[in-house]
C-alpha cells in the first residue's frame, strides 16, 4: 500500500470517529453550507434541509447554532417543523434572541388554527419582554375571538405594540378601531402612531366597502321587488 493511499485510509478514520456536525449533515442531502446562517441569509428554497434542521434543533449545540437553526425554519414551507419548534419555545430562556427565532419561526409555519390556545399562552407572556411580538404578528392568521381579544391588549403594551398595529391592520375587525385611535394619538413613537391611523383608516375603507356593497340588497328591501 503507497503513502498517498495510506494518508487517505487514515484520514477516513479520523473522519469517521469525528462528532456529527450540522453542516456535515446538510452536505449529506445536498446542501452545502459553511454555516446556518447561509440559509437564514438565502432567498432560495432549501427543502432537502428540513427534515435536517428538525433533526437538529433539539440538540443543536451553542446559542448561535440553535437560533440559526430556529432561523433557517422561519419559512412558511417548513411547516413540519411546528411541533418540533412549539416543543423548543418554553425551554428558551425568557427574553433572549433565541426566544424570539423560535416565535418568528413558530409564527411562519403556524396555520392559523392548529394548538392556538399554547399560541395565544405564548403571545401573551410578559416574561419574554417582547421576544414575543412575532407571535402576536402571527395572529393575523386567526380568526377566532380569543385572538383578537389578545391583539387588543398587544396594542396597550409597548413591547407588542407595534406587532399588534401590523396584524390587525391585515384582519381589518371593527372591534380594534377604538383602541387602535387611542394609539394613533398617544403613542410615544411617531412611526408607531402613523402604523397605528393607518391600521384604522384600513378598517374604516373596508365598513365602508362592504356597506356600498350591501346597498343594492337594502334598497331592494325598501323598495320592495321591481315590476
Known amino acids: 500500500m503507497g503513502f498517498a493511499e495510506a494518508t487517505r485510509r487514515v484520514k477516513s478514520w479520523f473522519s469517521a470517529q469525528a462528532e456529527p456536525t450540522l453542516e ?3 452536505a449529506a442531502v445536498g446542501v452545502h453550507v459553511e454555516s446556518v446562517y447561509d440559509l437564514v441569509n438565502t432567498a432560495a428554497r432549501y427543502d432537502a434541509a428540513v427534515p435536517v434542521l428538525i433533526k437538529w ?50 409564527g411562519a409555519t403556524w396555520d392559523g388554527v392548529t394548538r392556538e390556545p399554547e399560541i395565544l399562552e405564548f403571545a401573551t407572556d410578559v416574561s419574554a419582554e417582547g421576544q414575543q411580538g412575532f407571535l402576536v404578528y402571527a395572529l ?9 381579544q389578545v391583539l387588543i ?8 405594540a407595534e406587532s399588534a398595529v401590523r396584524a390587525l391592520r391585515i384582519r381589518r375587525d371593527v372591534r380594534a378601531r377604538a383602541e387602535l385611535a387611542v394609539l394613533a394619538n398617544a403613542a410615544p413613537r411617531a412611526d408607531l402612531r402613523r402604523r397605528a391611523n393607518a391600521a384604522g383608516a384600513a378598517i374604516a375603507t373596508q365598513q365602508v366597502s362592504a356597506s356600498v356593497a350591501h346597498q343594492p ?5 325598501v323598495n320592495g321587488p321591481q315590476a
Open 24 to 26: 456535515g449533515d446538510l
Open 217 to 221: 340588497y337594502q334598497q331592494a328591501v
Open 140 to 148: 393575523y392568521k386567526s380568526r377566532t375571538d380569543e385572538s383578537m
Open 57 to 106: 434543533l433539539p440538540i443543536a449545540t451553542g446559542f448561535n447554532e440553535k437560533e440559526g437553526v430556529a432561523r433557517a425554519l422561519a419559512v412558511p414551507w417548513a411547516s413540519e417543523a411546528f411541533p418540533a419548534l412549539m416543543a423548543e419555545y418554553p425551554l428558551a430562556a425568557p427574553g433572549t434572541a433565541l426566544q424570539g427565532a423560535l416565535g418568528l419561526a413558530i
Open 153 to 160: 391588549d398587544a396594542l396597550r403594551d409597548p413591547n407588542t
